[in-house]
């Protein structure tokens, strides 16, 4: 069975790149959406794959380390890109939760991007 948390944030960044380069190399924000989703057997006793109150605490410490920052200064966040958010959120939450974590999605519905790690 699978769980999945929704969560945004908001954050500024810079990218070096052939299209549109001049607008990217400017400091510039997003408003960003993400998907944390894990997997597992429900426990016999409380009927949970991850107790949704354990998951949110493990997001908001990951998400705090990106809301309203500079995330080209974000310490383990390589590129700040979509792919980069995506592999630093899975990271970070992969020390919570190990196997169980199964995908973590970060988009921006604004220009309709997104980017899905599947880990398992």
Do not use: N, W
């Amino acid at each position: 069975m699978s769980l999945t948390q929704g969560f945004y944030f908001e954050a500024a960044h810079t990218l070096e790149r052939a299209v549109d380069a001049d607008a990217s190399r400017r400091i510039h924000g997003h408003t960003y959406d993400g998907e944390v989703t894990v997997r597992g057997v429900p426990d016999g006793k409380s009927g949970m794959v991850v107790d949704l109150a354990v998951l949110r605490l493990a997001i908001e410490s990951t998400r705090d380390k990106l809301d309203h920052r500079f995330l080209d200064e974000v310490q383990g966040l390589s590129v700040p890109t979509l792919e980069g958010l995506c592999a630093f959120i899975a990271t970070d939450l992969y020390e919570r939760f190990g196997d169980a974590l199964v995908s973590v999605r970060v988009g921006r519905k604004a220009s309709g991007d997104s980017c899905l790690l599947s880990l398992g």
